[in-house]
């Protein structure tokens, strides 16, 4: 199940982003501003209970989000998504997953993870800014699944339409939300039109 997530605030700051000119400082502050406005979409439809709910004059009814919910940045990437996310849904926790694209083969090298023992009960939430090839979201959510996650949902802000159908044929009816679903991918495995390099870019490790 493919959202795409379509905002004017969005747009404006995807559209300045994209630009080669954008420093990294800048890159990191736009990055973030997307994901807190993508928050709010991303998580419309988790369920809630209805709990207690105590005011000073009498004691009514409240809302709480059903599940804990997990954030799991795609290291390096995710991290610059990270933030925007927290600042909207700061009782969050975080699990690192670490993943490197193979630039020759284009295949997902997994190199850390880090989790609490128990995710079959919490709202995860994958968050990488590129979703490619898929091969990376392809390995988050399998690793998240072998670990026990059973509700996962996927997070980006640009998607090829190659990465989507991946990762959709691997794994039906997942949710993936994107800020902007681009074109297609070049011979190299980019996105175009893109934004080039978003690892790179966000940490100022550009050539
Ligand atoms: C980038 C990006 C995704 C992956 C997407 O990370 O952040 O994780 O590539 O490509 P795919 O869909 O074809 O797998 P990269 O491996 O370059 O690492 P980095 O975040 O450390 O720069
Ligand atoms: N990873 C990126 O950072 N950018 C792309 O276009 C593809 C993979």
Do not use: W
């Amino acid at each position: 199940m493919f959202h795409a997530i379509d905002h004017p605030l969005i747009a404006e700051e995807l559209t300045k982003l994209r630009n080669p000119e954008c420093p990294s400082p800048e890159f990191r502050q736009r990055v973030r501003r997307i994901a807190s406005l993508m928050a709010p979409s991303v998580t419309a439809n988790l369920e809630t209970i209805v709990v207690p709910c105590h005011t000073p004059l009498e004691i009514t009814s409240g809302s709480q989000v059903a599940r804990e919910i997990i954030l799991v940045p795609v290291l390096r990437a995710g991290l610059g998504f990270l933030d925007g996310f927290l600042d909207l849904i700061p009782q969050a926790s975080v699990v690192h997953i670490g993943l490197a694209r193979n630039e020759q083969t284009l295949q997902p090298e997994p190199y850390y993870l880090k989790h609490p023992p128990v995710l079959g009960e919490s709202e995860i939430i994958i968050l990488d800014p590129m979703l490619a090839t898929g091969g990376s979201a392809i390995e988050a959510v399998r690793s998240l699944r072998d670990a026990g996650a059973r509700h996962i949902r996927f997070a980006c802000l640009v998607a090829a339409p190659e990465g989507v159908a991946a990762l959709e044929d691997a794994f039906p009816g997942l949710a993936i939300y994107a800020a902007c679903l681009d074109r297609c991918l070049n011979d190299s495995g980019y996105i175009l039109p893109g934004l080039g390099d978003a690892g790179d870019r966000l940490f100022g490790t550009c050539g």
